[in-house]
């Protein structure tokens, strides 16, 4: 069994810049990339909103950067998924299929992933014409029918953004209102590209070598329907990645992490949360590494205080 001070738990801008902090703190850190290395940033193209990039970056290109960055300080990357967590006696244990690991201080930051419906054809179809992500596939759809289901905040947000390529955008609806703010709403209603389909479940997505079109089912008629569609996206929300944890933390009723506010820290001394884990609202790159940073610093001072 390997043991470490600190053990960081993923691999977005929270991870990397809890590493980067932690280890010109001379921590000398470790850090499980996860299933998803580099985050949910490797599935964007253009990153335009983190400070300093002056013309944009790509996501993939930023997540390498931050990798190097935190590599350069004397960070252990090493490829791997935590399976299984032991939280109740420190050191804090856990196995990956890389080993086994002993840490003082842990910091997750498994971020988020993307919610899907689980219907027929949504998995064949992936890449196909079926995304989870607006702001990454949207600009293949130029000119297209456009079909996405959810009615929060993200899918009225996606849908206007949308519309800048698609000719018409049609919302799935499950319910006869949305959940979205009044204001993203009026927004969507407003835009004349995009249309909404009240009361109404995906039950298919139909293609083989690429989506043809979405069965839908009125839940109020029980009518089912083809509609037209070269891209369907879902927005109905994201699950925080905490499973792992099996309930050894404190989780909010959505799953995610609760911290004690300002800073990072769980409800489990030596235990420490930063990024999309402990985020629905921001869900940003910059904020992230923000949570990131203080993790960082509030692991360096609490290992100080146990020595
Ligand atoms: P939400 O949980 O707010 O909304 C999810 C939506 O998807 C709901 O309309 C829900 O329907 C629908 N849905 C869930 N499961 C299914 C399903 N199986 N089939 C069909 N529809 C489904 O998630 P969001 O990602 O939209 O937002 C998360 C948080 O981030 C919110 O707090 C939001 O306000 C915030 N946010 C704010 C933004 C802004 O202010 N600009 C932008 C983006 C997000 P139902 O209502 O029936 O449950």
Redesign the pocket.
């Known amino acids: 069994m390997e043991k470490r001070r600190l053990i960081i738990v993923g691999s977005g801008p929270a991870g990397y810049t809890a590493a980067i902090y932690a280890a010109r703190a001379d921590l000398q850190p470790l850090l499980f990339t996860g299933i998803q290395p580099g985050g949910q940033l490797t599935t964007t193209t253009d990153v335009e909103n983190w400070p300093g990039e002056v013309e944009g970056i790509m996501g993939t290109q930023l997540m390498e950067n931050l990798k190097a960055q935190a590599l350069r300080f004397g960070t252990e990357v090493v490829d791997a998924t935590v399976a299984d967590i032991d939280l109740s006696v420190r050191p804090f244990k856990m196995k990956t299929e890389q080993g086994e690991y002993e840490a003082d201080a842990v910091i997750v930051a498994t971020g988020a992933s993307a919610?899907w419906?689980g219907v027929p054809g949504e998995d064949n179809l992936k890449g196909k014409g079926v995304s989870a992500c607006a702001t990454c596939d949207g600009f293949f759809f130029r000119d297209k029918k456009i079909v996405m289901?959810?009615?929060?905040?993200?899918?009225m947000?996606e849908a206007i953004f949308l519309t800048r390529f698609a000719e018409t955008v049609t919302v799935?609806?499950?319910?006869d209102e949305?959940?979205?703010?009044k204001i993203?709403q009026k927004r969507a209603m407003d835009n004349s590209k995009i249309k909404f389909l009240w009361n109404t479940?995906?039950k298919e997505l139909i293609g083989t070598d690429k989506l043809e079109s979405v069965k839908v089912l009125n839940n109020k008629t029980q009518e089912e329907t083809d509609v037209p569609a070269d891209g369907f996206f879902v927005?109905?929300?994201?699950k925080p990645n905490t499973d792992f944890l099996n309930g050894q933390i404190e989780l909010d009723e959505n799953g995610y992490i609760k911290n004690i506010p300002g800073t990072s820290k769980t409800s489990l001394e030596g235990v420490f949360a930063c990024g999309d884990v402990i985020d629905?609202?921001y869900?940003q790159a910059i904020t992230s590494a923000g949570t990131g940073c203080i993790a960082a610093l509030d692991a360096e001072r609490w290992l100080i205080n146990q020595e």
């Open positions: 919610k419906l289901v959810g009615g929060g905040d993200s899918a947000e799935l609806v499950r319910r949305l959940r979205a703010s993203m479940e995906t927005a109905i929300g994201h629905p609202w869900r």
